[in-house]
């Protein structure tokens, strides 16, 4: 029969080799199960002589104690290990530098209402928009657009019924102006308008402008223009130059476009210009009677003048974007160079 000491010895190597509660635990059967080799010394000590038995058993009680209590030794000394390693495991850096997360940023075409935009506000202009889907009222007839004009035309316009349209323009939003408001009138509004083109590097079914629209006593077409060359050298430099070429447009009476010396060379002519040194940038007049009438506005007191201007042409001349269709597609190699 083995001694118990050998016992001890036995379990105190196999303890030193214990890297888990399960080896301790098949340890602690070994030798302190009720099969265990401790317990069968115990039980074979009936064949013993009283003096033997004594000295046995009180050798086998202390070794089974000193395996216990090198059993909790191991353990809490197995689980201080387990929780450094947790520890280390789930250390965490808080030296290490932030994550940088890619923030996006406003589409050209928002970042080019918002610049128009701020130059109006900072006249006094306040910002009104109007619905995109359109009665032919609003987008044609208060504006004064003869019976016959080739714009009302299906082949121009996307029409949802007979009544209604995808505005084609963002000039409705002065009969609606005019309709829902009492002059002075200081309005601008940018927005989406439609037509029926098919798309190529200057044309799109859908793009944006923005609307201009002031109505007081007094207005006159220098009001117009010192406003408009101010819009222009704020929003392109202020070298350039504006010039007013007539033109015709059944809303405003009489009806200009502006152009401005060019702002890449200077007005001697580039590709920017395509060589004249101008470029044209949108169209303007003082409002037609007709349409201030809708409002039922006295056009003996009041005259006004209003404007309207192509986003995309004034972002394509600003950015030297050669392609309209650029702005659609989403393509954030192209729209991430807009910072
Ligand atoms: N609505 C015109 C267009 O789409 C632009 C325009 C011209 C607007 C003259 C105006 C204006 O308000 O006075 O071509």
Redesign the pocket.
């Known amino acids: 029969m083995e001694r118990p000491e050998t016992l001890l010895t036995e379990a105190e190597r196999l303890l030193a080799g214990a890297s888990s509660e399960t080896d301790i635990e098949a340890v602690r059967i070994r030798f302190l199960g009720k099969k265990g080799e401790l317990t069968a010394i115990l039980r074979s000590m009936g064949s013993l002589d009283p003096e033997e038995r004594k000295q046995l058993g009180a050798a086998a009680n202390s070794v089974r104690d000193a395996i216990g209590a090198l059993i909790d030794e191991k353990k809490a000394a197995l689980s201080g290990a387990l929780r450094n390693e947790r520890f280390e495991a789930e250390r965490i850096d808080v030296t290490e530098p932030g994550r940088a997360y890619r923030l996006g940023q406003n589409h050209p075409i928002t970042q080019t209402i918002d610049e128009i935009s701020e130059i109006f506000l900072s006249m006094g202009y306040s910002i009104t928009e109007g619905p995109e889907v359109e009665t032919v009222f609003h987008n044609f007839d208060a504006l004064n657009a003869a019976p016959n004009h080739p714009s009302r035309d299906l082949t121009d316009t996307f029409y949802i019924t007979e009544n209604t349209l995808l505005r084609?323009?963002?000039?409705p939003v002065?009969v609606r102006t005019i309709l829902s408001k009492k002059p002075p009138l200081k309005v601008i509004s940018p927005g989406r308008?439609f037509r029926t083109d098919t798309p190529d590097a200057t044309h799109s079914p859908m793009f944006h402008?923005v609307?201009?629209?002031l109505v007081d006593e007094g207005v006159t077409m220098a009001d117009l223009k010192g406003t408009l060359d101010f819009f222009a050298k704020r929003m392109f430099g202020a070298e350039v130059k504006t010039k007013f070429r007539p033109h015709f447009?059944p809303?405003?009476e009489p009806?200009a476009e502006m152009d401005m010396s060019c702002f890449a060379c200077g007005g001697t002519g580039c590709r920017v210009c395509k060589g004249s040194g101008w470029i044209e940038i949108?169209?303007?007049?003082m409002v037609h009677p007709n349409v201030l009438k809708v409002g039922g506005i006295d056009t003996e007191d009041y005259t006004g003048?209003?404007?309207?201007m192509g986003v995309e042409r004034i972002a394509m001349l600003k950015h030297g974007i050669q392609d309209i269709r650029l702005f659609y597609e989403n393509d954030v190699r192209f729209l991430g160079q807009f910072v």
């Open positions: 084609t323009q963002t000039s002065q308008c402008q609307e201009g629209l447009f809303f405003t009806s949108l169209g303007c007049g003048f209003a404007f309207g």
